[in-house]
């Protein structure tokens, strides 16, 4: 099985420890699934790294985890997450700088190991749309799906979901309990289209969409929260590793949620010394 992630791989800064770790939706993504599918299984990157310091470190940690990569590499700055905490362990997001990836594009190469995967892990934000765009445009025969995060900021909201409901089967959100309005169109939505759409809800646990029924799945608990920062990723990670091999909702809700807890209890979304 080949297992393709699209989009973000850069350096998360965490200003209150004064520390850079590689980071990224899509690189947190890839070092789970590569921990979490079997070794025989391929799992790679397609992103676009800048020519700087940060883009050195992105590119340590790839090779580090073992990771199959399509990289770009266009001139200026790799992208760039601002982070501090607050004392609870919740991340405190501060700014995005996306450097390159606001002109990165798929080209022909890119298009071609899209085209060969079996799962593909794409992701949307509001500073890549039309990165995204092009990554909606490549075809490939296996299981499709879409990290939409909390929507926010992206065009037309909700909208989007449904612009491209036709180029993916399985779409990830990171909502709040308190979005009950939204979890509710989004589960409309999902029933149209005969989709299934995950929801996490930080301790609130996690829900899915698109059955007969709305399944709900309780966050695991841990003595304490170090980081939150790319708990929903491996939530992912795990969710989709359980899912290719049984295709059971809600056991694939159980090990996406025991997956995130781990996560939690470190900083970043995977181990990592400098």
């Known amino acids: 099985m080949r ?14 420890l004064g520390r850079d770790r590689p980071g990224g939706i899509t690189l947190n993504f890839a070092a789970n699934a590569r921990r979490l599918f079997p070794a025989t299984d391929t799992v790679g990157v397609v992103t676009a790294l800048g020519t700087d310091r940060e883009a050195g470190l992105v590119r340590e940690a790839i090779a580090r985890l073992g990771l199959d990569a399509c990289l770009a590499e266009l001139e200026g700055a790799t992208s760039i997450q601002y982070i501090d905490h607050h004392p609870s362990g919740e991340k405190i997001f501060v700014r995005y700088e996306q450097g390159v990836l606001g002109r990165y594009r798929l080209g022909a190469s890119e298009r071609e190991v899209v085209a060969r995967s079996d799962v593909l892990m794409a992701v949307v934000y509001s500073q890549i749309e039309r990165f995204f765009d092009s990554v909606m445009d490549a075809p490939s025969p296996g299981l499709r799906a879409v990290d939409f995060g909390d929507l926010a900021g992206v065009t037309g909201g909700v909208g989007i979901v449904e612009r491209y409901h036709h180029a993916f089967h399985l779409g990830f959100f990171g909502l709040t309990a308190a979005g009950k309005a939204l979890i509710d169109d989004l589960e409309r939505l999902a029933r149209r289209h005969r989709q299934l759409f995950v929801v996490t809800l930080g301790a609130a646990g996690s829900l899915a969409l698109g059955g007969e029924r ?37 056991r694939s809700l159980a090990r996406a949620a025991e997956e995130a807890a781990l996560a939690v209890q470190r900083v970043g979304a995977f181990p990592w010394e400098d």
Not at 220 to 249: H, I, K, N, P
Request: proline share 2%; hydrophobic share 45%.
């Open 214 to 250: 709305r399944l709900a799945c309780p966050a695991v608990t841990v003595a304490r929260v170090v980081d939150t920062t790319g708990a929903g990723d491996t939530f992912a990670a795990g969710f989709l590793r359980e899912y290719c091999a049984s295709r059971d909702v809600a």
């Open 3 to 16: 297992v393709t992630a699209v989009g973000d791989c850069g350096v998360d800064r965490y200003l209150d």
